[in-house]
Nanobody
Framework: QVQLVETGGGLVQAGGSLRLSCAAS????????MGWFRQAPGKEREFVAA????????SYADSVKGRFTISRDNAKNTLYLQMNSLKPEDTALYYC???????????????????WGQGTQVTVSS
């Protein structure tokens, strides 16, 4: 059973930065694409960023492109999301997720992910 644990959320002022981490259990972390999603109150969960198994092909939602950077350290079984120039509209519960198939490219669809963490709250004040 795969477990994903997100950390690093918190309260930050607009324009500030946060770095989220997602620690994964298991020995096959490096075989799967990983993604970050978020859900704001009253809204559906949406795609934020995703990265290929080897970390070579990141993809981003238009709303975060140029401000957020996804990365991974396969030796540490850890996924990261560096968030800069944060805006109040970035306020949400942030989830990491593991891809459904080995060696697949990063996807923006939630249906391409099978394991999810419990989320970490990010709140950006204006």
């Amino acid at each position: 059973q795969v477990q994903l644990v997100e950390t690093g959320g918190g309260l930050v002022q607009a324009g500030g930065s946060l770095r989220l981490s997602c620690a994964a259990s298991g020995r096959t972390f490096s075989n799967y694409a990983m993604g970050w999603f978020r859900q704001a109150p009253g809204k559906e969960r949406e795609f934020v960023a995703a990265i290929s198994p080897r970390g070579l092909t990141p993809s981003y939602a238009d709303s975060v492109k140029g401000r957020f950077t996804i990365s991974r350290d396969n030796a540490k079984n850890t996924l990261y999301l560096q968030m800069n120039s944060l805006k109040p509209e970035d306020t949400a519960l942030y989830y990491c997720a593991r891809g459904a198939r080995t060696f697949s490219p990063p996807h923006s669809s939630q249906h391409e992910y099978t394991y999810w963490g419990q989320g970490t709250q990010v709140t950006v004040s204006s």
